[in-house]
Each structure stands twice: as C-alpha cells, then as structure tokens.
C-alpha cells in the first residue's frame, strides 16, 4: 500500500494473524470474514448489496421492511423485500411494534420462503417513530421487547433471528444489557448494537465500551456497530471488545470495496490502495444501472443523486457537474456529465474518513406522553407501527 494512504489509516495495526478471529455464526450460517453490512433503509436494497458483494464476502441485510405493510401485501413493500436472483443468504431486517403483525409478517416470510435470516430493528431514533412508542423506544419495556421478539423467533422456524439496538433512549435509560438478555432468553441468534444511544443519533464517537460490556452479558454472539470507516476499525474493534463480528454502515458508502479490505485485514494481507477515479465511476455506473434495471430509471435516480455525492466526495471536479448531479435524471445524463473528468486522480486523502450519510446533531427523545410511568406495560401503542421509513 502506498504509504500515503497508510498514514490516514491507523496502518499500525497488526492484520490478522491465523486463527485470530473465527467465522461468526448465526444460526446456520457461518460467516467468514466476521462482516455484517449494516441495514440501511433507502440504501441497502439488491443493487447495492449486489455490488457490495462483488467485493467480498459477510452478510448483507436488506434495508428495512416494515411489517403491517408486508402483511397487507402491499406491492411497494414486497418489492423492497426481494432478493436477487441467486442472492444467498437472503437476509432481511424487519421493524414492527405489535408482536401480532410481526408473527403474521414473519409466517408471510417463512411460508413463502423468502428468507434465511430474519434480523429486527429496535434502534430507530427518528422522532416521528419514538414518539409513538415505537423504534429505540421499545427495549425501554422489556415485556413488549420480548413478546415482539418472540413473534418473530416462534414463527421463524429453523430461520436465525437476531435483533439490533442502540445502548438505550439516553445515558439515563440505558438498555443494551436487558435488551441482549431478552434476546438471549428468546432464542435469538445472536444481537447487535449500534453503540450510540438514540438521544446520540450519529454524533461523537461510538461507544465500543458497551459492545465490550453486552460481550460479557450475554453468551450468544455480539455484533458490535458503531463508526468502522476503514478495515483497520474492524480489528481494533474487535481486538478492543471481544465481540463476534461487526457491522458496517455508513464506511462503505460510495466505497463498496470496503467488503474487499475487510476481507483482506480479516485474511490477514494489507489492503490495496483505494482506487483512482476512472475506477470509482465504473463502479458508480454499475451501481445506477443496476439500480434502474431494479427499480425503474425514474425512481432509482432520483434515490441515486446521494450515492452520486459519496462516490464523488473529495474529487476535483467542477461546481456545474456536482450541481448538475443532483439534477440528473437518467443513466445516461449521468454517463455524459464525466466525459471530460480526469479519471486518473488517485483517491483523495481527504475522502478518507469522513461521516458520510447522517448529519451530526444530538436530540432530546420524543416519547408518548406517560411512557416512562409503567415500564413493565407489555401493550403496544396503536400507531407506532407505521412511519418508520427512515430506519436506524
Ligand atoms: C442512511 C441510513 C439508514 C439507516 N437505516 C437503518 C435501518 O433501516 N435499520 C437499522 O437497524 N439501522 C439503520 N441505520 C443505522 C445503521 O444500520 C448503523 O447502525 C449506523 O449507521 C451505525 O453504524 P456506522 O457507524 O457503521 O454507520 C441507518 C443508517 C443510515 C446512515
């Protein structure tokens, strides 16, 4: 690797030596290197898990589905729960607040046969979904935590089931340890947290501290999550906390190849320099044209016009085509907007470890009126089940 990059890195670190790490398993599924691709709702749909696993190999989750919809069968929903042709293992996240649509959703995805791994989300902070009582809102009541999840692990069948969540609502209502428990008792696979609280949102630093903590709590594996922008954090996080494996989010935006250098460090090898520009446009190519084969040109490249800015961060490039990116319209415009870029600009150090996908900012949380008076209360609220579009 050109020394160059090494120094942004954190390259000190020692890759893995043989026998270091182990495949992380879930359920059946064993999976080496220990990856997990974060679900990312509006992002990790089968185009971008396509290319994502072009570069390596782990666990790719879909982006969140959401279940009262799936059990009405409403087309926008199934679409966004399908897998590609050959996609193995067909792994999806799924969010719902009553353990009776989520056990209907759940006898929808084994019956069908849709899926061989099932993951649910606990961790949304979005205020729209919190204030119904629902998202990072739930492991605050650890009786409807628990019957939510066992909805789902009773009627996942032979499927794994594994649930994510943040460290609670704030530092004064933290969760993790019970949320892990509850998933221990009910026969998850294994949990995951996003080792921020809700209250955090993305701000600040992860705290790996607790995902060390969770490790010692429970006995079934832990994926820890939080800030891993480049395959080096990956080792050190697990070298720090113990835990299973990992999940990637917001790193591998605009950089699939992230999975290839997690794979790499995980093998034990150094990763390859990241690539020049030529390199990254083919690969964002590849990416909106799958995108419209999947979805329809319209939609996708509306959706696309974020993925072009990460793809893009940090190169030189005119103030006309980085407006003109978030303008296009077609595959094909936006082909035609890089004939004239210099395609051999190596990747810019500054594009290296910067937050992509969330701003900063924290929040108060935005809980129902009375929330906090009867944390035993298993009832789940009418309402908190919808609007939870915008995922973790
Ligand atoms: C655009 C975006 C959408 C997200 N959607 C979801 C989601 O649907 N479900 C979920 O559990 N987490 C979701 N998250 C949270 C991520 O899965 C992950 O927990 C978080 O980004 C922290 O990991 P990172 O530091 O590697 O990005 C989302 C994050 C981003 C940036």
């Known amino acids: ?40 709702a509006g992002v990790t749909n089968y185009p971008f898990r396509s290319i994502c696993k072009e570069f390596g190999a782990g666990l790719y989750v879909s982006e969140m589905i959401n279940a009262r919809p799936l059990v009405d069968g409403r087309d926008k929903t199934l679409k966004l729960a399908d897998f ?21 959703a759940v006898k929808r995805l084994i019956n069908e046969g849709r899926i061989d791994h099932l993951d649910m989300n606990f961790g949304c902070p979005v205020p729209k979904v919190t204030r119904r009582g629902g ?16 909805a789902a692990v009773r009627n996942a069948q032979t499927v794994p089931v594994t649930i994510k969540f943040r460290m609670g609502i704030n530092l004064e209502f933290l969760t993790f340890i019970t949320a892990g428990r509850v998933a221990e008792e009910e026969g998850c696979a ?27 709590a429970v006995k079934i594996p832990v994926l820890g999550n939080g800030d891993i922008w480049e395959a080096e954090d990956a080792l050190r996080m697990m070298r720090q906390t113990r835990c299973d494996g990992v999940i990637v989010g917001r790193g591998c935006l605009g ?17 390859s320099d990241p690539p020049h520009f030529g390199e990254v446009l083919e690969i964002m190519f590849r990416h909106a044209q799958r995108l419209a084969d999947w979805f329809g040109e319209r939609l996708a490249m509306h959706s696309f016009r974020r993925h072009s800015s990460w793809y893009t961060k940090g190169f030189r490039m005119s103030a006309e085509i980085r407006a003109a990116l978030m303008r296009v319209e077609t595959v094909s415009q936006l082909l035609n907007l890089f004939c004239d870029v210099d395609r051999s600009q190596p990747f810019p150090l500054s594009a290296m470890r910067v937050v992509r996908g969330k701003a900063t900012g924290t929040q108060k949380v935005s809980l129902p009126a009375g929330y906090l008076d009867n944390l035993d209360d298993d009832t789940p609220l009418p309402g908190s089940g919808e609007d939870a579009g915008d995922g973790g």
């Open 135 to 150: 998202g990072a809102a739930i492991p605050l009541k650890p009786n409807l935590l628990r019957n939510i999840v066992r």
């Open 255 to 271: 950089r699939p190849w992230l999975f290839r250098d997690l794979a790499d460090v995980f093998n034990g090898s150094e990763p």
């Open 1 to 40: 690797m050109n020394p160059i990059y090494r120094s942004v890195l954190n390259r000190d670190v020692k890759f893995a030596e043989p026998g270091e790490f182990a495949p992380v398993k879930i359920g059946r599924m064993s999976i080496w290197p220990p990856v997990v691709l974060a679900p990312m």
């Open 190 to 216: 294994a949990v995951g947290l996003h080792a921020r609280t809700a209250a955090q949102l993305y701000h600040g630093h992860a705290s790996w501290d607790a995902i060390a903590e969770l490790k010692q």
């Open 84 to 104: 590609g042709p050959g996609e193995l293992p067909r792994s999806l996240q799924l969010y719902g607040t009553d353990p009776y649509y989520v056990a209907e």
